[in-house]
């Protein structure tokens, strides 16, 4: 979402005449957008900040921007804390950016803007040429979230769940679909929680694959809690909807999620995948997990252990817990750091190991690659596998933006690397 953000964000500011650069010492204006999902991502944005002062040292200072949940969470704290940084600008009020730029440069004063406001939000942006033009895109259709888990900051820094109207969705997904776009990534906190008078996110799947120049249709991040039938349906169906389902459990054990209030148990997990699986054999499972959450013993780990054992999912994100102040899970008993490290590895291995066996398997087989871009450096070319896996290969120019048969010839962990099938060019009469 950051990353549609920010794109977002350089679209809106190209209007005042900002351009992007490659180069921070040539910057007027660092625009950080930044991320509180945990401790690190947080901790990311001061040394970033650090490494800017430094870059400008001897010279004219530039205007300096933070956005996202960072900016929402600490707000007037930020401007206190570092006197480098000149606007602080929420999530929710980026669509204000400009005139919030024009007002400090006109008053020189320091000021933060952290409102809540989606609908003014979508609606200016609705305005503006999403100018991505990439073969794969992102799409927000959903943003906020009601559901409160006990660890999560984002109910916090993205309020409440508000979802875009369908046909304002639809008509960006065909600007896309015409200027080149041929994959797009529904996004939301909360995708699949996606309702819009009597739209559901199968709905707009539905609608979206009508579009003849999109080929690839995914969402991410989905909750357990939303998988509905006519969404596990919709994979019966749909012939653009990719057969990848990054579906978070965070724990395998029921009193974990519990203790998290993530409002599914690991049975309703299990029924999810086996309903999925039963549709489609070849549809594979990603999920995120926290390790170390408040309370969790050797037993609830194992739990986790088992699951991923079983499900085998192809690509995930782990991490250790880490407390976020405001929510509940900040006032609970951590977890011995050396035990959560330890558990860390063991589920990692674990991960990992099913993603390079899932890989090998891929060897000699021929698969769909969606190619993205030539690589930057050297002549090969940069595409997706349907489960999302990357793929390195020798093409040509023209085969950006098409999907291209490619025989998987070696693979690591996260990668695949191929050379694409010749076609025949034989006629008949
Ligand atoms: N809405 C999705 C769901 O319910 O699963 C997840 C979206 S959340 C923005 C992305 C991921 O960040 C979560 O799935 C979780 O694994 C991780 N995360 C959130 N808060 C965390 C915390 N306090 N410590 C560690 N990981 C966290
Ligand atoms: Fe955070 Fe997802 Fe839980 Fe919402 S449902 S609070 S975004 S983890």
Same mark, same amino acid.
């Given at each position: 979402m950051n990353e549609y953000d920010s794109n977002r964000i350089l679209d809106i500011v190209k209007q005042i005449g900002y351009h992007k650069t490659e180069f921070l010492s040539e910057a007027n204006c660092f625009l950080l957008n930044t991320c509180h999902i945990r401790d690190k991502a947080r901790e990311k944005v001061y040394h970033e900040i650090g490494r800017v002062k430094k870059n400008f040292r001897s010279k004219a200072k530039p205007l300096v921007i933070v956005t996202g949940c960072v900016a929402q969470a600490e707000n007037e704290e930020m401007l206190k804390k570092e006197p480098f940084i000149d606007l602080v600008i929420g999530p929710q009020a980026y669509h204000k950016i400009n005139d919030k730029i024009n007002e400090y440069l006109n008053k020189k004063k320091r000021f933060e803007e952290t409102e809540f406001d989606a609908y003014a939000k979508f609606d200016y942006l609705n305005k503006i040429q999403n100018s991505l033009g990439k073969t794969s895109s992102f799409l927000t259709i959903q943003e906020g979230c009601?559901? !409160?888990?006990? !660890?999560?900051?984002v109910p916090f820094t993205r309020g409440p769940e508000y979802s875009r109207p369908f046909d304002e969705i639809f008509y960006e997904a065909k600007t896309l679909a015409e200027s080149g776009v041929k994959e797009i990534i529904l996004l939301g906190q909360?995708?699949?929680?996606y309702n819009f008078e009597k739209y559901k996110l199968s709905d707009l799947i539905l609608e979206i694959e009508k579009?003849?120049?999109?080929r690839r249709i995914r969402y991410t991040t989905s909750h357990p809690k939303d998988m509905t039938k006519d969404l596990i349906d919709v994979y019966g169906v749909s012939k653009k909807l990719m057969p990848l389902v990054h579906l978070?459990?965070?724990? #395998?054990?029921n009193k974990i999620l519990a203790s998290m209030n993530r409002k599914h148990t690991i049975e309703d997990y299990l029924e999810i995948y086996e309903n999925l699986k039963e549709i489609n054999p070849l549809i594979e499972f990603s999920s995120d997990f926290i390790i170390?959450?408040?309370? @969790?013993n050797d037993e609830d780990f194992k739990y986790t252990l088992e699951l991923v054992k079983k499900i085998k999912f192809i690509n995930s994100f782990s991490f250790i817990f880490s407390p976020r102040p405001g929510t509940v899970a900040a006032n609970l008993n951590l977890v011995k750091k050396e035990i959560s490290s330890k558990r860390l590895l063991i589920i990692q291995k674990e991960l990992f190991e099913n993603q390079i066996k899932k890989n090998k398997e891929l060897e000699n087989k021929k698969i769909d690659v969606l190619i993205e871009n030539k690589l930057k450096r050297g002549d090969q070319f940069f595409g997706r596998s349907d489960l999302m896996t990357p793929v390195i290969l020798d093409g @040509? @120019?023209?085969?950006? #933006?098409k999907i291209v048969k490619v025989k998987i010839i070696r693979s690591n962990q996260n990668t695949l690397f191929g050379e694409k099938l010749k076609t025949s060019n034989l006629k008949v009469a």
């Amino acid at each position: 979402m950051n990353e549609y953000d920010s794109n977002r964000i350089l679209d809106i500011v190209k209007q005042i005449g900002y351009h992007k650069t490659e180069f921070l010492s040539e910057a007027n204006c660092f625009l950080l957008n930044t991320c509180h999902i945990r401790d690190k991502a947080r901790e990311k944005v001061y040394h970033e900040i650090g490494r800017v002062k430094k870059n400008f040292r001897s010279k004219a200072k530039p205007l300096v921007i933070v956005t996202g949940c960072v900016a929402q969470a600490e707000n007037e704290e930020m401007l206190k804390k570092e006197p480098f940084i000149d606007l602080v600008i929420g999530p929710q009020a980026y669509h204000k950016i400009n005139d919030k730029i024009n007002e400090y440069l006109n008053k020189k004063k320091r000021f933060e803007e952290t409102e809540f406001d989606a609908y003014a939000k979508f609606d200016y942006l609705n305005k503006i040429q999403n100018s991505l033009g990439k073969t794969s895109s992102f799409l927000t259709i959903q943003e906020g979230c009601d559901k !409160f888990c006990n !660890f999560c900051v984002v109910p916090f820094t993205r309020g409440p769940e508000y979802s875009r109207p369908f046909d304002e969705i639809f008509y960006e997904a065909k600007t896309l679909a015409e200027s080149g776009v041929k994959e797009i990534i529904l996004l939301g906190q909360n995708v699949n929680a996606y309702n819009f008078e009597k739209y559901k996110l199968s709905d707009l799947i539905l609608e979206i694959e009508k579009l003849p120049q999109i080929r690839r249709i995914r969402y991410t991040t989905s909750h357990p809690k939303d998988m509905t039938k006519d969404l596990i349906d919709v994979y019966g169906v749909s012939k653009k909807l990719m057969p990848l389902v990054h579906l978070p459990v965070q724990s #395998g054990s029921n009193k974990i999620l519990a203790s998290m209030n993530r409002k599914h148990t690991i049975e309703d997990y299990l029924e999810i995948y086996e309903n999925l699986k039963e549709i489609n054999p070849l549809i594979e499972f990603s999920s995120d997990f926290i390790i170390g959450y408040p309370g @969790e013993n050797d037993e609830d780990f194992k739990y986790t252990l088992e699951l991923v054992k079983k499900i085998k999912f192809i690509n995930s994100f782990s991490f250790i817990f880490s407390p976020r102040p405001g929510t509940v899970a900040a006032n609970l008993n951590l977890v011995k750091k050396e035990i959560s490290s330890k558990r860390l590895l063991i589920i990692q291995k674990e991960l990992f190991e099913n993603q390079i066996k899932k890989n090998k398997e891929l060897e000699n087989k021929k698969i769909d690659v969606l190619i993205e871009n030539k690589l930057k450096r050297g002549d090969q070319f940069f595409g997706r596998s349907d489960l999302m896996t990357p793929v390195i290969l020798d093409g @040509e @120019e023209k085969d950006v #933006g098409k999907i291209v048969k490619v025989k998987i010839i070696r693979s690591n962990q996260n990668t695949l690397f191929g050379e694409k099938l010749k076609t025949s060019n034989l006629k008949v009469a």
